[in-house]
């Protein structure tokens, strides 16, 4: 792809796009395997890691999961792990967010 960037993730021994793909030991690019909602890729020690997670971890290392933080898909597609589209939020404005967007859901069934 055009203007894709690679970089290796030590924890998985993998190079990630900001694209959202992965390339293994045989440097074969891939956007991973369908696991449920999300794209997981399985690292050489048979790990699997959602494809999401491999992406922030490499290109926004400054949070992670241990701390309290999780993935986001800006556009609600989970199928879409370009980087411009995933981003680390603590986990009260998660549950803010669902807040939201559960009572959104409610406001237009109301309105029906």
Not at 21 to 43: A, E, F
Request: with cysteine; charged share 30%; aromatic share 8%.
């Amino acid at each position: 792809m055009e203007n894709e960037t690679w970089l290796k993730n030590s924890r998985a021994g993998i190079h990630v796009s900001d694209m959202g793909r992965v390339k293994g030991q045989r440097g074969i690019p891939s956007k991973g395997h369908r696991c449920g909602d999300y794209l997981h890729y399985k690292t050489r020690w048979h790990e699997s890691v959602g494809v999401h997670l491999l992406v922030l971890e490499t290109f926004r290392p400054e949070h992670r999961r241990d701390q309290g933080y999780r993935a986001r898909w800006i556009d609600g597609d989970k199928l879409n792990n370009k980087l411009s589209n995933l981003e680390w939020v603590n986990r009260k404005r998660t549950t803010k967010r669902q807040r939201m967007i559960h009572d959104l859901k409610w406001m237009t069934f109301e309105l029906a």
